[in-house]
């Protein structure tokens, strides 16, 4: 229940930052979602990695889960300090190298259609991040194409599967 649960706010959060990334929410705004969508992702992290159940495949989930957390917040932040974002896009370069062996570790090793969805998840994250480190930190000319991957990601990798998951249907 805790996956939906941070994917319905991956969902939203990434669907919000690519209308922003657009030009449709003010800077200042954007900051709601992503201090919302990291404290959810935080928490999630929190009971992943400490709850009662917490085992080794709890805690890299844990792990992997802050790299969005840090992602949201730091987000936010460049939008309170007005700054250009090469440290977030240098970061998300660090995030894209991290999650590829995952996407290929989970691709690999699927076993049901749920394993091959979240491997799938992770390779459109890891070229998400990318286009992230294209765009801040190398300044390539990408903000179209980064705000409609980012809108489409947050709707399939977060938004459907995360309502799905809460309903039951998933």
């Not at 660090?94 to 998840?121: C, K, R, Y």
Request: aromatic residues 14%; charged residues 10%.
């Amino acid at each position: 229940m805790l996956l939906g649960f941070a994917l319905l706010y991956v969902g939203a959060v990434l669907f919000l930052n690519g209308l922003w990334l657009m030009g449709k929410i003010d800077d200042k705004e954007i900051v709601v979602i992503n201090v919302v969508s990291g404290f959810v992702t935080l928490c999630v992290a929190l009971a992943s990695a400490f709850g009662a159940g917490a085992d080794a495949a709890s805690i890299k989930s844990a792990a992997l889960t802050l790299l969005f957390t840090t992602t949201y917040l730091w987000v936010a932040y460049n939008r309170v300090v007005a700054v250009d974002g090469r440290g977030l896009g240098w970061f998300s370069l660090f995030v894209a190298i991290t999650v590829v062996p995952i996407a290929i570790e989970g691709l690999a090793g699927a076993q049901s259609f749920t394993d091959t969805w979240l491997g799938l998840n992770w390779a459109i994250w890891a070229v998400l991040w990318f286009m992230y480190f294209l765009l801040l930190a190398l300044k390539r000319p990408i903000l179209q194409a980064t705000a409609v991957v980012t809108l489409l990601t947050g709707i399939i990798t977060g938004w459907l599967p995360g309502f799905l998951l809460l309903q039951g249907m998933l």
